[in-house]
C-alpha cells in the first residue's frame, strides 16, 4: 500500500459507477457530503452491455442501457460528485480514515460505500461477446420479453437456469436448456418443475461451441459440441440466456468484510451496512437475488443515506 501520510481524506468514496454507485453519489452530492466516485473497469456497470432497457421507470418508452447511465452520471454530477476513472487494486479497511490504492495512488475515505457490482458468468468465446445484448442476454427478467413467440436457449443446470428457463417460458414457444452434464444441479423442486414444462426441453452433455447471427439481424443458431465425443451440431434459436451464475466483484475485500461462500458482502438485515462501521454494500455486490437496475438504485440511495447519517452522528 503505498505512503498514505500525505494524501487528503475525503468525507466519502464510491466504488462502482453502475445504477447502484451512480444513485448513491446522487444523495449524497445532494446531501453536501462531496462524494468522490471511482468509476471501476467497467464505466456503467452490467447496463453498459444492455441494449434497450424497457422496465426501468421514468422511461416509458425505454432506454438504451449505455444512454440511461450517461443521464445517471450527469444527474450525480450535477451535484458535485467527483468521478475519476480507475480501478482499486487493494484496499486497507483494519484502520481508519479507509485506505484505497487506485492506479498506483492512495485515495483515502472517511466513509466507503462499495458497489463494485457482480459479473455474470460467461462462456468466454467470441460470438457471445460480440452478440451480447442482440440476443445473447444473462438475465431472463431484463430481456425475455424481448422474445415473444420465439424460441429461447438456456445454459445451465443449477436453480438459476430453471428459475430462467421456467420464467421464459411466459414469452417463449420454446425454451432448450443445454448442460454439458446428463443431470441437473438444481434442487428437485425446480428440477420438477421444470421437466413437467410442456415448453421446457432438455439437451444434455453438451456445451455451446459458437453463437450464430448479427447485431442487427440477431441469433440464428447456436453449434452445439457433445462433450464425450466432440461432435458438433447447429440448433436454431432466436436467443441465448446464460445462466451459469454470478461472480460478485469482491475479491479485494477478501479477509476484510464479512461475506457468503459465493462472494457476495453480508450487510445488516434492512440497512446497507457492512461488517465495518463506515463501509456500506449496495447493489448486485450485496444481493444475489433479485439483481435488477431499480433494485440496485434502490440500495444505492439507502447507502448514501445510511453514510450520511454515519458520518453526522461521527461529527455530532
Known amino acids: 500500500m503505498p505512503d498514505a501520510s500525505h494524501a487528503i481524506v475525503n468525507r466519502l468514496v464510491i466504488l462502482g459507477s453502475g445504477p447502484a454507485g451512480l444513485t448513491a453519489a446522487l444523495y449524497s452530492a445532494r ?107 444473462a438475465c431472463a427478467t431484463c430481456d425475455g420479453a424481448f422474445f415473444k413467440n420465439k424460441e429461447a436457449v438456456v445454459v445451465g443446470g443449477g436453480d438459476t437456469a430453471m428459475e430462467e428457463a421456467i420464467f421464459l417460458t ?53 453449434r452445439l459440441k457433445h462433450v464425450a465425443t466432440g461432435a458438433t451440431t447447429d440448433f436454431r434459436t432466436d436467443a441465448v440466456f446464460m445462466a451459469i451464475g454470478h461472480q460478485p466483484n469482491t475479491a479485494i475485500f477478501q479477509g476484510q468484510l464479512n ?23 449496495a447493489g448486485d455486490v450485496a444481493d444475489k437475488v433479485y439483481r435488477q437496475a431499480i433494485t440496485a438504485a434502490g440500495t444505492g440511495c439507502m447507502a448514501a443515506l445510511d453514510a450520511e447519517r454515519w458520518l453526522e452522528a461521527r461529527h455530532g
Open 170 to 222: 411466459r414469452f417463449c414457444s420454446k425454451v432448450t436448456v443445454v448442460h454439458r452434464r446428463d443431470a441437473l444441479r438444481a434442487s428437485m423442486v425446480m428440477q420438477d418443475r421444470a421437466k413437467k414444462n410442456p415448453r421446457i426441453a432438455f439437451i444434455w452433455n453438451s456445451a455451446i461451441d459458437e453463437i450464430f447471427g448479427d447485431p442487427k439481424a440477431g441469433v440464428s443458431a447456436v
Open 259 to 281: 461475506m457468503d461462500e459465493t462472494g457476495y458482502l453480508k450487510v445488516r438485515p434492512g440497512s446497507t451496512y457492512t461488517s465495518i462501521e463506515g463501509v456500506f454494500a
Open 31 to 137: 446531501a453536501n457530503l462531496a462524494p468522490f466516485l471511482i468509476e471501476g473497469l467497467v464505466p456503467g456497470g452490467q447496463l453498459t452491455i444492455t441494449t434497450e432497457v424497457e422496465n426501468y421507470p421514468g422511461f416509458e418508452h425505454g432506454i438504451q442501457g449505455p444512454e440511461m447511465m450517461d443521464v445517471f452520471r450527469r444527474q450525480a454530477e450535477r451535484f458535485g460528485t467527483r468521478i475519476v476513472s480507475g480501478d482499486v487494486s487493494a484496499c486497507d479497511l483494519s484502520r481508519h480514515p479507509f485506505a484505497l490504492t487506485v492506479d498506483g495512488a492512495t485515495i483515502m475515505a472517511e466513509a466507503l460505500i462499495i458497489a463494485t457490482g457482480a459479473s455474470a458468468k460467461l462462456l468466454g468465446i467470441e460470438s457471445e461477446k460480440r452478440m451480447m445484448g442482440y440476443g445473447v442476454s
